[in-house]
């Protein structure tokens, strides 16, 4: 009597989690339970009985709650898991209803949805890792069949960009230089047996396989609620891959994780970003982070329960090997070398590697660090700042001094660096990472301003004589810094930079701007 009452207490509490994992994903995806019933076919009471634990749930009633919830896995899990314990404390069974036949739901024919959920991938694990010229991928699926037929295939993609960004040359490229099988060298395995594969597309940047669960030995399907681990592998030279790497979730998916792997010599950096159906590409919401083992530079990020077609993309720098401009081209710049000043300020800056105005970079609001684990990009992106800055102090004397915000050189990361007014060519950068003006003065005063992204021009701008901004240093301690004049006006347009603003977003409606050549305060600073 003891044994059974130990077993019925197992079932319960299985029947509290699957009803918890049933609340929990409802509320994730925000149904009520009368469009959750609506979506699965069912009585709109009948979600409520489950919930409530006055009617046990069924095995039909899982698989659409799981289709429907997009759960990952989690609800089909937790109904094995009360299943089986119902199994085992011998309790009576019940009939598990057909399709359109009782079971507490309308006669309805076989819910679309259904087979969304025939196959979860319970866990992913991705790496890419660089060495001498080649990128070689290996990815590692655990999968679980939740379906009532064995599967026996299982469709892999893969998909190269030389030139994200400059689709008619990436084009160009692979017409002239086709990916190809012989160079992917692909290979796949299911524990300790290898899987043929069959070429489903085959173009010139986009490959798609059938990995068969077989080989010429042997079948081995992955049967109706069994599990099993695949893994493929292929090769591309970095002539024909770009500095990027993305993982779709096109499967229900408990657990993502990517690895990115390149020599620490280098001076690799990477970041990312998700987007999905509905929403654009915005950061990552787990940050990556970085470790060093021997001469390797290893990013890692993973995250639990990843939306159904959400794609998270990984780009990176090796600042290593960025291209620093030559003295004779920093010579072409420089508003002092001869014939220089027969170009206009604006393309001056165009050529010192600044984004112009009307670029979309410069209206959208940049991306926060994730601080202190995205550290090594943010000191990353502050160096990119102070170099281009300095190019462009080598072509033009600042008299008032001058900022640049990461967007103004094609950068979407919450970055801007300042050079104190009046300009000292010696003085120590102001960084402002993550900035929030968090407190201005009531006293404003007008001066002119200029822009590196539209030099041609100043306007008149009324600001705060002080401002305290609140800021973040790499190791993640946030601060707050009072300015004060004229510092206070360059930080404060940095600032207005990085949530995608320009001055003139800040100009009264009919201010005229006023051309540089006319402007009388050229080389003069404000005064206070």
């Not at 990552?284 to 990013?299: C, I, N, Q, T, Y």
Request: charge should be neutral; proline fraction near 6%.
């Amino acid at each position: 009597m003891t044994d059974q009452l130990v077993d019925r207490g197992e079932v319960d509490r299985a029947a509290d989690a699957f009803v918890a994992a049933l609340v929990k994903w409802r509320g994730i995806r925000g149904l009520s339970k009368k469009l959750l019933a609506a979506q699965m076919g069912f009585d709109p009471s009948y979600v409520s009985h489950v919930e409530a634990r006055r009617h046990r749930p069924t095995e039909d009633f899982a698989r659409r709650a799981e289709a429907v919830l997009d759960a990952g896995g989690a609800i089909w899990q937790r109904f094995q898991e009360y299943d089986e314990a119902r199994h085992r404390a011998n309790a009576p069974t019940v009939p598990r209803p057909r399709t359109g036949t009782g079971g507490g739901h309308r006669s309805v024919a076989t819910h679309p949805v259904v087979a969304a959920a025939s196959l979860v991938v319970e866990e992913e694990e991705a790496e890419l890792r660089y060495d001498d010229g080649r990128y070689c991928c290996r990815v590692r699926r655990r999968l679980y069949n939740a379906s009532d037929e064995p599967v026996t295939r299982y469709l892999a993609r893969i998909a190269v960009d030389r030139y994200p960004g400059e689709p008619e040359r990436s084009n160009r490229h692979y017409r002239d230089h086709p990916l190809t099988w012989a160079e992917l060298n692909l290979s796949a395995r299911r524990g300790d047996e290898t899987m043929n594969w069959r070429v489903k597309n085959d173009r010139d940047a986009f490959k798609e396989v059938w990995l068969l669960f077989e080989n010429d030995d042997a079948r081995f399907p992955l049967y109706p609620g069994r599990r099993t681990t695949i893994e493929y592998s292929y090769s591309v030279g970095e002539d024909k891959w770009g500095h990027w790497f993305q993982r779709a979730v096109r499967l229900p998916t408990g657990r993502l994780s990517v690895r990115l792997d390149f020599p620490a010599d280098l001076r690799p950096v990477v970041w990312g970003v998700e987007t999905s159906l509905t929403a654009e590409a915005g950061p990552l919401k787990d940050p990556v982070f970085e470790h060093h083992d021997g001469d390797r530079a290893v990013f890692t990020w993973s995250t639990p329960e990843p939306r159904l077609n959400t794609r998270f993309r990984f780009e990176w720098r090796f600042r290593a090997r960025a291209a620093e401009p030559s003295k004779d081209a920093i010579t072409s710049m420089n508003v002092k070398a001869e014939g220089a000043n027969e170009l206009r300020p604006s393309e001056l800056m165009r050529r010192a590697g600044i984004v112009q105005r009307g670029a979309p970079m410069l209206d959208r609001a940049a991306r926060w660090f994730v601080l202190p684990a995205q550290a090594t990009l943010a000191a990353d992106v502050v160096e990119r700042l102070r170099d281009v800055l300095q190019r462009v102090c080598a072509q033009y004397e600042f008299s008032k001094g001058v900022g640049l915000a990461a967007p103004q050189i094609g950068i979407d990361w919450a970055a801007a660096v300042v050079l104190p007014q009046p300009y000292d060519a010696d003085a120590e950068p102001i960084v402002l990472l993550n900035p929030k003006l968090v407190g201005e003065a009531v006293e404003q005063d007008e001066q002119y301003e200029g822009c590196l992204s539209f030099f041609d021009v100043r306007g008149k701008v009324s600001r705060p004589l002080i401002v305290e901004v609140e800021h973040e240093s790499l190791d993640g301690v946030r601060k707050v810094s009072t300015f004060r004049h004229g510092l206070a006006r360059l930080v404060t347009h940095e600032i207005d930079h990085l949530g995608g603003l320009l001055y003139t977003d800040r100009m009264p409606p009919g201010e005229p701007l006023v051309p540089v050549a006319e402007y009388l305060g050229v080389g003069q600073p404000w005064r206070y």
